[in-house]
């Protein structure tokens, strides 16, 4: 099987790569244990060293490597340099953080001492994908070192370089051979790799086919698995909300990452007091967008990653149109020039039983919703199969809590963009996954919790 760079934005294959074979695979694997025998007994410190290093060759390097990612997905080189230095920041959270996050927690029982004490599991199988091609990678691998296991990727096959330059950014850190590997392999080999004994758990970020196939191939071996999935994140306005704010946040909420993020704003819930307003400044915002070359400053919104993503969208938006959806900007596919462009769009009046109500738009689509009230609000947003990230917008303290409270997601962002950062866990419910990533809660999901009792 071959496996190729595509650049998005025009269609051209511009490098190709030779997936590894059984044999090599099997090297892989028995390098990763050897390598963990060894990495699992190194101190906090030198691993911190290490670390450190690591954003420190980002940093260096996040031009070449913003290159890379724009080239092979299609981000802007702006926000695709922004992720390289997003990578920098986890690696460092974690070098500062981890020794706290894993020292031995005392407990007073029976027992002349008794404690708990988090130990490392060994390979860990990371299968990421091709939106967030850096930091998906990042946010896995610099926990999950630190706390002493070692990393195996199974990358998105549009996205090899990143995959490649990954490994290589580790070892030029310092980080002993075979800590971290890249496994250039097609998704039929993920059960295999899964079901090894060497192998003792694994996290994914994809779609929820991807995630449901590996739990069930983990599952089938009693191994642990994380899963950040897909998202329809609700952004709910009401009429106490600052609307130029409001507005500004909902345009990158919703085309950051040319839309192609899972906690993207995606349905946009409105206060009919406000609606008319909002809809009309969204539309004006999406209208001033600029779409083009994503190594172009000037440009807004780049290529979608695929031509299936952008077959895949499209076949939405028109479904939705025919069901009677109305559109204020936008509508379809750009298919007079090369490349996977999708030009911002904006579907109103969306019926119920569209694919408005139950699927992920995965691109620069908005879909907006009009409510009498807050109940009507928080019913519309919970309606929906996914539970990843919600953000509301409202003056009213009564309001927010209930927000907080009442909104079925695993993150809730009152008056600002939804966001991962390394200081929060990360993660869903629903079909949106389950398990957390970043945080303490994260660097804990990858490691023994062994109850130690002494007499």
Same mark, same amino acid.
């Given at each position: 099987m071959t496996i190729a760079t595509i650049n998005p934005a025009t269609g051209e294959t511009i490098k190709t790569f030779e997936a590894l074979s059984d044999r090599e695979i099997e090297e892989k694997l028995a390098t990763a244990q050897t390598a963990f025998e060894s990495y699992r007994r190194i101190p906090f410190a030198q691993k911190a060293k290490w670390m450190n290093a690591t954003a420190e060759v980002l940093e260096k390097d996040k031009q070449r490597f913003g290159n890379i990612i724009t080239q092979e997905m299609g981000k802007t080189l702006f926000s695709a340099i922004a992720e390289v230095e997003k990578c920098a920041l986890v690696c460092r959270y974690y070098a500062d953080n981890a020794e706290k996050f894993l020292a031995d927690v005392p407990a007073e029982t029976d027992a002349?001492?008794?404690?708990?004490?988090?130990q490392p599991l060994g390979?860990?199988?990371a299968v990421m994908p091709w939106n967030f091609p850096f930091w998906q990678?990042? !946010?896995? @691998?610099?926990?999950?070192?630190?706390?002493?296991?070692?990393?195996?990727?199974?990358?998105?096959?549009?996205?090899?370089?990143?995959?490649?330059?990954?490994?290589?950014?580790?070892?030029?850190?310092?980080i002993p051979d075979g800590a971290f590997q890249t496994l250039l392999v097609s998704a039929d080999k993920v059960a295999k790799i899964i079901a090894d004994d060497r192998v003792k758990a694994a996290t994914l970020t994809g779609s929820e086919f991807a995630g449901a196939s590996l739990a069930e191939n983990a599952g089938k071996q009693i191994k642990k698995t994380v899963l950040e999935l897909g998202g329809s994140d609700p952004f709910i306005v009401m009429e106490s909300a600052d609307l130029e704010t409001a507005v500004r946040t909902a345009t990158t909420a919703r085309t950051m990452n040319n839309g192609q993020s899972c906690i993207a704003a995606k349905r946009f819930i409105l206060a009919e007091a406000i609606a008319d307003e909002f809809e009309q400044r969204l539309t004006e915002s999406f209208k001033a967008l600029r779409v083009g070359d994503p190594m172009d400053p000037e440009t807004d919104i780049g290529p979608l990653a695929t031509p299936d993503i952008q077959n895949d969208l499209d076949q939405l938006v028109q479904t939705c149109i025919q069901k009677g959806s109305n559109v204020l900007v936008g509508g379809s596919a750009w298919r007079d020039r090369p490349g996977n462009f999708y030009p911002p769009t904006i579907l109103k009046d969306?019926?119920?039983g569209s694919p408005a109500y139950d699927e992920e738009f995965f691109g620069p689509v908005a879909l907006v919703? !009009?409510?009498?009230g807050i109940d009507e609000a928080i019913a519309l947003?919970?309606?929906?199969?996914?539970?990843?990230?919600?953000?509301?917008?409202?003056?009213?303290?009564?309001?927010?809590? !209930?927000?907080?409270?009442?909104?079925? @997601?695993?993150?809730?962002?009152?008056?600002?963009?939804?966001?991962?950062?390394?200081?929060?866990p990360f993660g869903g419910i629903k079909r949106?996954?389950?398990?957390?990533e970043l945080s303490i809660q994260g660097i804990h999901e990858f490691v023994n919790i062994k109850t130690v009792w002494v007499k």
């Open positions: 002349s001492s008794s404690f708990v004490r988090y390979v860990i199988l990678v990042f !946010r896995f @691998a610099a926990p999950a070192l630190m706390a002493g296991n070692v990393g195996i990727l199974k990358h998105a096959s549009n996205v090899p370089q990143c995959a490649l330059n990954i490994e290589e950014i580790f070892l030029e850190a310092g969306n019926p119920p919703f !009009r409510v009498s947003a919970n309606n929906s199969p996914f539970g990843l990230g919600a953000s509301a917008w409202t003056a009213n303290s009564d309001q927010r809590d !209930r927000f907080i409270n009442e909104l079925e @997601a695993g993150a809730v962002f009152i008056n600002g963009l939804v966001k991962s950062d390394p200081r929060l949106s996954g389950y398990g957390r």
